[in-house]
């Protein structure tokens, strides 16, 4: 399942991006999209783990992706 989030206003902050991240994965999403104006962030789930690409600000999707593999969250 795909789930995909917008920002229209400001910048997500890492809270409000791992919250989504989250809210997505509890209700079975395996490809997350988070996207504010020109940047983007996608999140996979892989048979390997999750894996991120992209940027918003200073956030990265395999840093973000890093969290969940660390926390065990499949």
């Known amino acids: 399942m795909i789930a995909e989030f ?3 206003n400001r910048k997500p902050s890492i809270v409000t991006l791992n919250a989504h991240l989250r809210r997505a994965i509890a209700k079975g999403a395996d490809f997350i999209i988070l ?3 020109e940047n983007q962030i ?3 789930r892989t048979q390997w783990g999750w894996c991120g690409r992209g940027w918003i600000g200073r ?3 395999q840093d973000l992706a890093n969290v969940l593999n660390n926390l065990r969250i499949r």
Do not use: K, S
């Open 6 to 8: 917008n920002y229209t």
């Open 35 to 37: 996207r504010w104006g």
């Open 42 to 44: 996608n999140v996979e």
């Open 59 to 61: 956030n990265g999707g």
